[in-house]
């Protein structure tokens, strides 16, 4: 008995120390247990708000790209226009029948392609080409009346028409000296017979417009005489309605000056100035038959002679010189961005010893002259005028 009665409370204390042995490793192994599971909801806590950040952000770029894509961008268009001088497609009754214009094309068959075959290249690869028309195209036999002791009356075979769509000569100014020379009749033949061709025409109270990748482009026509405040606010006005009816581009062509005069006198400056105050973008001019110089006017190019070009007013006048004036102009909304522009120097004949009415390009060493002169007539564009292209910026 009294072994036992010592044994047992060993027995006890040792059962004891088992069992809080026991509960002691549980509640350590729950307190881990416990700390891992809180770790690991924090790690994945974190890694949603991670992973929501990025989808917010991803959201905001997205909706920033949409934003952008609304927002419509301004185009940019470069467009090249040829402008050239006096085109007299026919001619004067007193003249030498054997010589005329009338006369030279028939013996080439007619060809609508025999004027401008020397140069048509450069019409047909730009977006617009600009002449000016002088003569009537009609069949009237009943010339105007008209003040002088030198008095021509121009009038061409209306199928000559031809010649201007057979080259992509798409529109020309019609206001001139020589456009009424058979009076209003001439005249309406004249328009109607460009309407039916549907070549274009302005001036004379008209005015010509036309889209091209774009761009909308307004052009103009006057005959120069004068430049009193009268004539220059009814261009500033014309200008400005050109403006209102979306135009990007407004260039007027001017017919004035005196014959055989290299250099323009102030009506030409006055009137070509007030243009470009008024917001012209370039201004353009024929008439005097010989070239005049070119200037750079408040960062615009003004053309004030390109003298003569397919021209039956004379079967063989001294100077044949002229030129095709090319011109580059960027435009970015209702903003020409910038004006490049070119000279090619052209004989009105295929030959110098009488015109055979083909304007020809001049090549080599009489390229360079005729350069050179134009550069000597022309001091704002600082010996500048190439056949290359070159940028317009003000002096």
Not at 109 to 138: H, M, S, W
Not at 232 to 252: E, L, T
Request: charged share 20%; glycine share 6%; net charge positive.
């Amino acid at each position: 008995m009294r072994r036992i009665s010592q044994h047992a409370p060993n027995q006890q204390n040792y059962f004891f120390q088992v069992l809080l042995a026991i509960c002691l490793l549980l509640f350590l192994t729950g307190c881990g247990a416990a700390q891992e599971s809180s770790a690991t909801k924090a790690d994945r806590s974190s890694r949603t708000t991670k992973s929501k950040t990025t989808d917010s952000s991803s959201k905001k770029t997205a909706a920033k790209s949409a934003t952008s894509k609304k927002v419509p961008t301004i185009a940019t268009e470069t467009l090249q226009l040829t402008f050239m001088g006096d085109n007299t497609l026919g001619s004067d009754p007193q003249f030498a029948t054997a010589t005329s214009l009338p006369t030279v094309w028939a013996r080439h068959g007619k060809d609508p392609q025999y004027f401008f075959k020397n140069v048509a290249r450069y019409f047909r690869t730009d977006d617009l080409t600009i002449a000016n028309l002088e003569t009537t195209l009609t069949h009237s036999n009943q010339p105007a009346y008209k003040a002088g002791n030198v008095v021509f009356h121009f009038k061409g075979d209306p199928e000559l028409v031809k010649a201007l769509t057979a080259s992509s000569i798409e529109t020309v100014t019609v206001s001139n000296n020589h456009i009424y020379d058979y009076g209003q009749r001439g005249f309406d033949d004249t328009i109607q017979t460009l309407k039916d061709a549907q070549v274009g025409y302005f001036g004379e109270g008209y005015q010509y417009t036309t889209t091209i990748k774009g761009v909308k482009i307004g052009l103009l026509g006057y005959t120069g005489w004068t430049a009193t405040d009268a004539d220059q606010a009814k261009i500033g006005a014309d200008i400005q309605q050109m403006r209102q009816r979306g135009c990007q581009v407004v260039i007027p062509y001017f017919h004035w000056g005196i014959e055989r005069d290299a250099y323009p006198n102030d009506t030409q400056k006055r009137l070509a100035h007030a243009a470009i105050d008024h917001g012209a973008d370039m201004v353009i001019g024929s008439h005097p038959h010989v070239i005049q110089s070119l200037e750079v006017y408040q960062g615009k190019l003004i053309a004030y002679s390109m003298s003569n070009f397919a021209f039956g007013g004379n079967s063989n006048p001294s100077d044949k010189r002229s030129f095709l004036l090319q011109a580059n102009l960027t435009v970015k909304g209702a903003d020409i961005v910038e004006t490049q522009f070119r000279v090619i120097p052209t004989r009105i004949s295929s030959t110098d010893a009488y015109n055979d009415y083909v304007p020809t390009p001049y090549t080599g060493d009489a390229q360079a002259a005729v350069l050179a002169y134009i550069n000597q007539l022309s001091p704002t564009l600082n010996g500048r005028i190439s056949s290359e292209f070159v940028t317009v910026r003000p002096q």
